[in-house]
C-alpha cells in the first residue's frame, strides 16, 4: 500500500501566483487534514475534513482553499501566493471520522517555496 | 484553545543514554495525547499515544506518563540508539481538535 501520496514534492512559485498540492490516501481512510510546518511552531491545521463531502477550517485558513474530491483524494489550492506561503505541507488522513483521537497517517510533505 | 508547550527544542544525548522530552497542554478537556518521530524528509509516524484513563504506557524502549492533575505528559527513550535521532512531536486532544507541540530534535552521539 502507498498511504498518504502527495504530489507535488517540490514547489517554487511566483507571488500572486496560484497552484494545488494534490493528496490522495489508499486506506480508505474517512478524514483528511492539511497541515503545514514552520519551523519552532510544530503542525498546524490549514483545513481538514471529516468524511467526504464536508470541509471545515482549522487554525490557520487564509488564504487557502480545500476540496474534497472523493473519499480518496483531498486538494489545497493557494490561489494567490504569498511569501508568509513558504513552508512544508503535509497531508494526513485517519480512520475516526469526525474524531482526532486516532492514529494520523502522513504524507512525506509538499515544500513550496513563495519568492 | 488548547495550547501545547514542548521542552526542550533541541537535545543531545550519547548512545546508550535515556532522553526525555515533556509536553504541558492546557485543557483540561484534553484526553487523548500522540507522540510522533519525524525522520528528515518524511511525514511524523505515530510511536505512542497514552488516554486519559492511563498514567504511564510502555512499548520497548519507549514509555509516556500522563499527569492529568498538573497537565503534564512525557516522553522517555531508554537505550538510545542513532536510529532515535530524529524530531519528535507531542500532541493534544480533546477528541475534536488536535493541537501538536513545536517539537524537539533529538541527536544521539555516537
Known amino acids: 500500500n502507498a498511504g498518504v501520496t502527495q504530489t507535488p514534492k517540490f514547489q517554487v512559485l511566483k507571488t500572486g501566483q496560484s497552484m494545488t498540492l494534490q493528496c490522495a490516501q489508499d486506506?480508505?481512510?474517512?478524514?483528511m487534514y492539511w497541515y503545514r510546518q514552520d519551523p519552532g511552531m510544530g503542525l498546524r491545521l490549514i483545513y481538514y475534513?471529516?468524511?467526504?463531502?464536508?470541509?471545515d477550517k482549522g487554525e490557520v485558513p487564509n488564504g487557502y482553499n480545500v476540496s474534497r474530491l472523493n473519499k480518496r483524494e483531498f486538494s489545497l489550492r493557494l490561489e494567490s501566493a504569498a511569501p508568509s506561503q513558504t513552508s512544508v505541507y503535509f497531508c494526513?488522513?485517519?480512520?475516526?471520522?469526525?474524531?482526532?483521537?486516532?492514529?494520523?497517517?502522513f504524507g512525506e510533505g509538499s515544500r513550496l517555496t513563495v519568492l | 484553545g488548547e495550547n501545547v508547550e514542548q521542552h526542550p527544542s533541541t537535545l543531545s544525548v550519547q548512545e546508550g543514554d535515556s532522553a526525555v522530552i515533556k509536553c504541558t497542554y492546557s485543557?483540561?478537556?484534553?484526553?487523548?495525547f500522540p507522540w510522533y518521530k519525524q525522520e528528515l524528509g518524511k511525514g511524523p509516524q505515530l510511536i505512542i499515544d497514552?488516554?486519559?484513563?492511563?498514567g504511564e504506557k510502555k512499548d520497548q524502549r519507549i514509555a509516556v506518563t500522563l499527569n492529568k492533575t498538573a497537565k503534564h505528559f512525557s516522553l522517555h527513550i531508554t537505550e538510545t540508539q542513532p536510529e532515535d535521532s530524529a524530531v519528535y512531536f507531542c500532541?493534544?486532544?480533546?477528541?475534536?481538535?488536535?493541537?501538536f507541540g513545536a517539537g524537539t530534535t533529538v541527536t544521539v552521539r555516537a
Open positions: 475534513s471529516a468524511s467526504e463531502g464536508t470541509t
Open positions: 497514552i488516554r486519559s484513563n492511563v
Open positions: 500532541a493534544a486532544s480533546d477528541d475534536y481538535k488536535l493541537s
Open positions: 486506506m480508505n481512510h474517512n478524514s
Open positions: 485543557d483540561s478537556a484534553s484526553n487523548y
Open positions: 494526513a488522513s485517519t480512520q475516526s471520522q469526525g474524531s482526532n483521537t486516532g492514529e494520523l497517517f
